[in-house]
């Protein structure tokens, strides 16, 4: 008996992963819920905002039944995740959509670890509730060892639909924009400047930026926000419990449609452990900036006997998310401070000749980029022609906040240096520029001065390595994102540099990847700002397998409300 025992133990043991499944119910549905006091109506996924935390192992086999209670349709996309294009969940791209009344199972094999998300891809909806944390337990168990681990997903919550959302902004690109510079306040900073030079300095950088029809103060396209932490707002306290001198495992998601946040925790060092699901070298600094879409884990050791404040300032400063590290409930750390809003400056543009930035620049050097003055054209953002950097340089690839006080030490991409080296980095076997671009006065943004439905396809061969240059010609940060696929950022690491799904690429600036196109398909590409890609910041990396016809899809071409693609 004894041996047979053995002999069970052993073959368990030694059985592959695949033999590990798991099976999840979630439904998704219209729920009135409190949010800071007042009553809305979501979308919600099993009845919540955010939805329930999908906990997976690496290398099992999951089934996620999506059951649809909506008047419309849905779906839900699993961001960072490598699967079958056909289960990426992006509709009139990988698959239908789900119909109002019918179940849709997702099925695949997991096959990393980490710190992820999932929402819909379907419309608006996912900045009106869908969205959800996922953590996937690594086959060999975590590189940290920690007492608490927690989930820390910053989302923003708005009193309009987006589709009214998007119908002012057609309207009226700066509608959300109340600190338009006025002919006050040029008459208030003349009066203020000391001399001759500063006057004209000042009247320079209006011409300037008139020139360009865009306004300096516009860092975020849609305001009146407010900012959750695992669905609560600021007064709502989420709050995460600790014993003093424990390590704490937190894992930062930004699920919002708009925002980028700045996020700290006053009184601790953050330990960056983790990008985007990927461990990284560990890292300690004061704060970090978190793009929507991506993740950072993060590991703190509270001390001391009292609450800690989670705080998340918006980029315009309009506003914070805010949560609470505390060891008994029913603390509360003391509120944030909000930061002045910052002023975009031409320095921030790339642009070398000019004008005051109102953004602090991290210490990179930009001594071997090349870029060419802006030419000032009808076509608003995308009027800035930037001269092509060098394909192995990467330009300011992450601007950190612009107000921090001097000593802050604030998480740069160039920081960032991974740990698993079981993968080559191939050396890319040709060279795409992507051009960032946009049309502020339509209220419209694209690739390459093109919608989505004007060119929806970039076609590659399974297998080869591309270096993808994006070049952001527009005074936004673009957080882009790659669906089914690695995105290696070309960070000055070497062969440490990071693996991410997505990456920010900052006004004016430059950034390299590049990607293996290791799996075939018809894979997304798209800035995760909400209303970027609904009106054509959007495209599909198509990849083919060698010496085959394209993969097929549910349309070969655009379809108008197809994966957000309104436009």
């Not at 849905?74 to 990988?94: A, C, N, Q, R």
């Not at 704060?287 to 800690?308: C, K, L, M, Q, S």
């Not at 062969?495 to 398909?521: C, F, L, N, Y």
Request: charged share 20%; hydrophobic share 40%.
């Amino acid at each position: 008996m004894t041996i047979i025992i053995r002999a069970v133990l052993a073959a368990a043991l030694l059985a592959p992963l695949s033999a590990f499944a798991a099976t999840y119910d979630l439904v998704i549905d219209r729920t009135d819920l409190a949010i800071e006091g007042q009553m809305r109506r979501v979308f919600s996924i099993n009845g919540q905002i955010a939805g329930p935390t999908l906990r997976w192992k690496e290398g099992e086999d999951v089934t996620v039944n999506v059951t649809n209670r909506l008047n419309e349709d849905t779906s839900i996309h699993w961001h960072g995740i490598l699967l079958p294009y056909s289960m990426d969940g992006v509709p009139m791209v990988s698959f239908a959509g789900i119909k109002p009344g019918a179940t849709f199972s997702y099925r695949f094999k997991v096959r990393q670890s980490g710190t992820y998300w999932y929402h819909s891809h379907s419309g608006g909806q996912e900045q009106e509730g869908m969205y959800a944390p996922i953590v996937i337990e690594p086959a060999r168990g975590e590189r940290q060892r920690v007492a608490r681990d927690y989930v820390v997903m910053f989302s923003d919550h708005h009193p309009m639909s987006s589709g009214a959302i998007l119908r002012k902004l057609k309207l009226e690109p700066g509608y959300f924009n109340d600190r338009k510079r006025t002919l006050p306040g040029l008459l208030r900073d003349l009066r203020a400047a000391r001399t001759t030079e500063e006057r004209q300095a000042i009247i320079s950088d209006r011409l300037a930026w008139g020139e360009m029809r865009m306004d300096p103060t516009d860092l975020a396209d849609v305001t009146g926000y407010t900012f959750l932490v695992n669905g609560r707002g600021p007064n709502d306290n989420w709050t995460g419990l600790f014993k003093p001198g424990e390590k704490v495992r937190l894992r930062f998601i930004n699920g919002s449609a708009m925002t980028v946040f700045d996020a700290r925790i006053p009184g601790l060092k953050l330990k960056v452990v983790q990008a985007d699901g990927n461990d990284v070298a560990a890292v300690d600094v004061d704060e970090f900036r978190i793009g929507v879409g991506e993740t950072y884990d993060v590991i703190v050791e509270p001390r001391e006997d009292r609450a800690y404040t989670i705080e998340a300032q918006s980029i315009d400063r309009r506003g914070f998310a805010r949560a609470t590290l505390a060891p008994r409930q029913g603390m509360t750390g003391p509120p944030p401070v909000p930061r002045p809003p910052g002023v975009l400056g031409m320095a921030d543009m790339g642009h070398q000749s000019g004008g005051h930035s109102g953004v602090k620049q991290s210490k990179i050097d930009h001594s071997r980029m090349d870029h060419a003055a802006m030419g000032h054209g009808a076509m608003g953002h995308s009027a800035m022609g930037h001269a092509a950097a060098a394909p192995e340089i990467s330009g300011l690839v992450h601007v950190p906040p612009v107000d921090a006080p001097a000593g802050t030490k604030i998480l740069n991409y160039t920081d960032l240096k991974r740990l698993d080296r079981s993968y080559p980095l191939n050396r890319p076997d040709r060279t795409i520029d992507i051009r960032l671009t946009g049309n502020m006065e339509k209220f419209i943004w694209s690739f390459d001065d093109r919608k989505y439905s004007e060119q929806p396809v970039i076609d590659f061969t399974q297998g080869e390595t591309v270096r993808l240059v994006f070049k952001n010609e527009t005074m936004m940060n673009h957080p882009i994102h790659l669906h089914g696929l690695w995105m290696d950022l070309e960070n000055g690491a070497g062969d440490a540099r990071p693996r991410k799904h997505v990456v920010i690429v900052p006004p004016g600036r430059t950034v390299s990847v590049t990607v293996q196109m290791a799996e075939v398909g018809r894979w997304p590409f798209h800035c995760h700002f909400l209303f970027h890609m609904m009106t054509g910041m959007f495209r599909e990396f198509v990849v083919h397998p060698r010496g085959s016809a394209p993969p097929a899809g549910s349309s070969p071409a655009p379809v108008a409300g197809g994966g957000h693609a309104h436009h």
